[in-house]
């Protein structure tokens, strides 16, 4: 149960980082092995800077999409379209260093929810949560609300070129 001094709205960024730190669980690290079966290898600080997921949830009852950015720009889906289907594809080259570049912006400190303090407002909006090594950065489709500028890129160009949807 929820606590009562609890939003509708603030619970989603915090199921969206739950989900997110649970599938860190089988992180693959330099030398292959997944962590989960053992790996004794770690991530460089590169890959893990390059690394990016999104986490998305249409309102309090749709379900949870997941789509999970590799540095290398590897990338899968889960449930992206809404549709329950999980889906796997790469970035080209252009896409994987425009993430990168966008990744680096030393702006996106300062678009982290913490930096923000950033509250989730709509109820029934699509809530699109990037989990990044600069923290997490939430935004909602609703009217009114402007998307952080260089986390607003990120996702746009994930959008594009992966089955995630940017809005409703």
């Known amino acids: 149960m929820v606590p009562p001094q609890w939003s509708r709205a603030s619970v989603v960024p915090a199921l969206a980082v739950l989900t997110v730190a649970l ?21 460089s600080p590169v890959a893990t800077a390059n690394r990016v997921s999104l986490v998305q949830k249409l309102g309090d009852d749709g379900p949870l999409r ?6 290398d720009g590897r990338w899968e889906c889960d449930d992206c379209a809404g549709d329950g289907v999980t889906s796997t ?3 080209d080259a252009e896409q994987v ?6 990744l680096a912006d030393p702006r996106l400190a ?3 929810d913490q930096a ?3 509250r989730a407002s709509c109820i029934d ?3 699109s949560s990037l989990v990044t090594s600069t923290g997490l950065i939430t935004s909602q489709d609703c009217p009114g609300e402007e998307r952080p500028a260089v986390a607003g890129e990120i996702l746009l160009l994930l959008t594009q070129a992966t089955p995630a949807e940017p809005t409703r």
């Open 66 to 71: 997941t789509l999970s950015i590799e540095p």
């Open 23 to 43: 599938a860190g669980c089988a992180m693959v690290d330099r030398d292959g092995g997944s962590t989960a079966e053992g790996g004794r290898g770690t991530p």
């Open 125 to 127: 909006a699509l809530t």
């Open 97 to 102: 260093q425009r993430l990168h570049g966008l």
């Open 110 to 112: 300062q678009e982290t």
């Open 89 to 91: 594809g790469s970035l």
């Open 116 to 118: 923000r303090r950033y």
